[in-house]
């Protein structure tokens, strides 16, 4: 036993955290912040499921060409409009 032991195991700047999940003394720097902000050990670090995170898509993934036309004209008949009388397709 070293002759200056007072008993406690202070070391100074190097605190202590109290584990959020499992409620046990650790040393401050050999604790981690989880996804959930919640500050543990590294016994109950439980690192963020894949699941979770949005795929990756590239920027330019279902853009639309620019300057695109349509390959054929529809043109609109009056049997597409509603009659604003009765609320119905078509004009009789
Ligand atoms: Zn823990």
């Not at 050990?41 to 795929?55: I, V």
């Not at 597409?80 to 009789?92: A, V």
């Amino acid at each position: 036993m070293a002759e200056n032991y007072t008993g406690n195991d202070y070391v100074h700047a190097q605190p202590y955290g109290i584990c959020d999940r499992c409620g046990f003394k650790f040393r401050l720097k050999a604790m981690r912040t989880e996804w959930t902000n919640l500050k543990v050990c590294g016994d109950c670090y439980d690192p963020r499921p894949e699941h979770l995170d949005p795929p990756y898509i590239t920027p330019n993934e279902g853009a639309p060409l620019p300057n695109s036309r349509p390959d054929e004209l529809i043109e609109a008949s009056d049997d597409d409009q509603l009659d604003t009388s009765t609320g119905r397709p078509g004009f009789d």
